[in-house]
T-cell receptor, first 111, second 116 residues
Framework: KAGVTQTPRYLIKTRGQQVTLSCSPI?????VSWYQQTPGQGLQFLFE???????NKGNFPGRFSGRQFSNSRSEMNVSTLELGDSALYLCASSASRAGYTFGSGTRLTVV | AQSVTQLGSHVSVSEGALVLLRCNYSSSVPPYLFWYVQYPNQGLQLLLKYTTGATLVKGINGFEAEFKKSETSFHLTKPSAHMSDAAEYFCAVSDGTGGGADGLTFGKGTHLIIQP
């Protein structure tokens, strides 16, 4: 059974640019949630999508957005990048709140 | 709102000694509780989880945790530490107050150091 696939693994962007990260969940899982991990703030919940609808959103500015496609794959987008957006972005796939499987993450560096 | 507190950002134990990582939570509804481990430059791997039923939960790599509702705790233990256990450990809670899968709230993490 394939796990959660996040692409790309590493990314370097310049301040002001925008970036799109991708997450392919485990087959059959309809929920995808996104998290930002930084040394200072730890792991913070960004948003959660279920059947193409955003059901929950964390306390992040509107520059952070996402979407989910009919095949449950999800993308998150960050516009007008800031240095503070440098982080490991993790997505998690779940079939219910009883289990979350994480991908290996995308390491974003903003220079 | 749910929250998780992990006592001790760093814990150091000798190889072969007991590992105890502490986690306390707050939740307005019966929680689902998780422990994850993270190795450098990797994602999170599930060690164990409590949903319902037996309060003593056994996980991978010899870890176990006990859900104590009266103490709102979910401490992680391992009888004998191994060098390969050195990693970052995260406690997380999901209370699903919105119904279904609503994401996880994490503690700040505990860095486990194993002394030879």
């Amino acid at each position: 059974k394939a796990g959660v696939t996040q692409t790309p693994r590493y990314l370097i962007k310049t301040r002001g640019q925008q970036v799109t990260l991708s997450c392919s969940p485990i087959s059959g899982h309809r929920s995808v949630s996104w998290y930002q991990q930084t040394p200072g703030q730890g792991l913070q919940f960004l948003f959660e999508y279920f059947s193409e609808t955003q059901r929950n959103k964390g306390n992040f500015p509107g520059r952070f957005s996402g979407r989910q496609f009919s095949n449950s794959r999800s993308e998150m987008n960050v516009s007008t990048l800031e240095l503070g957006d440098s982080a490991l972005y993790l997505c998690a796939s779940s079939a219910s709140r009883a289990g979350y499987t994480f991908g290996s993450g995308t390491r974003l560096t903003v220079v | 709102a749910q929250s998780v507190t992990q006592l001790g950002s760093h814990v150091s134990v000798s190889e072969g000694a007991l590992v105890l990582l502490r986690c306390n939570y707050s939740s307005s509804v019966p929680p689902y509780l998780f422990w994850y481990v993270q190795y450098p430059n990797q994602g999170l791997q599930l060690l164990l989880k409590y949903t319902t039923g037996a309060t003593l939960v056994k996980g991978i790599n010899g870890f176990e945790a006990e859900f104590k509702k009266s103490e709102t705790s979910f401490h992680l233990t391992k009888p004998s530490a191994h060098m390969s256990d050195a990693a970052e450990y995260f406690c997380a809670v999901s209370d699903g107050t919105g119904g279904g899968a609503d994401g996880l709230t994490f503690g700040k993490g505990t860095h486990l150091i194993i002394q030879p």
